[in-house]
């Protein structure tokens, strides 16, 4: 498929996918009148940034260390 449509068509393909995630989720999920401590988690959101940052570095370095060494 990629060869006859191209690339680009990964990503026309991931809404229809989301567009029914969103709507499950609003179906589902209950509203959020629960008991919550209203207290934003920093600490929780630094971890996760570093870990995605970190995860994103990684795999840009292996994909250049893959292209080198197949070239």
Same mark, same amino acid.
């Given at each position: 498929?990629?060869?006859?449509?191209?690339?680009?068509?990964?990503?026309?393909?991931?809404? #229809?996918?989301?567009?029914?995630?969103?709507?499950?989720?609003?179906?589902?999920? #209950?509203?959020?009148?629960?008991?919550?401590?209203?207290?934003?988690?920093?600490?929780?959101?630094?971890?996760?940034?570093?870990?995605?940052?970190?995860?994103?570095?990684?795999?840009?370095?292996?994909?250049?260390?893959?292209?080198?060494?197949?070239?």
């Amino acid at each position: 498929m990629l060869l006859l449509f191209g690339w680009q068509w990964l990503f026309g393909v991931n809404v #229809p996918i989301m567009l029914l995630i969103v709507i499950l989720g609003v179906r589902v999920l #209950p509203t959020g009148s629960g008991n919550s401590s209203g207290a934003f988690d920093w600490m929780g959101c630094i971890m996760l940034c570093t870990i995605l940052i970190l995860s994103a570095l990684t795999l840009q370095g292996v994909g250049d260390l893959v292209t080198h060494v197949g070239a």
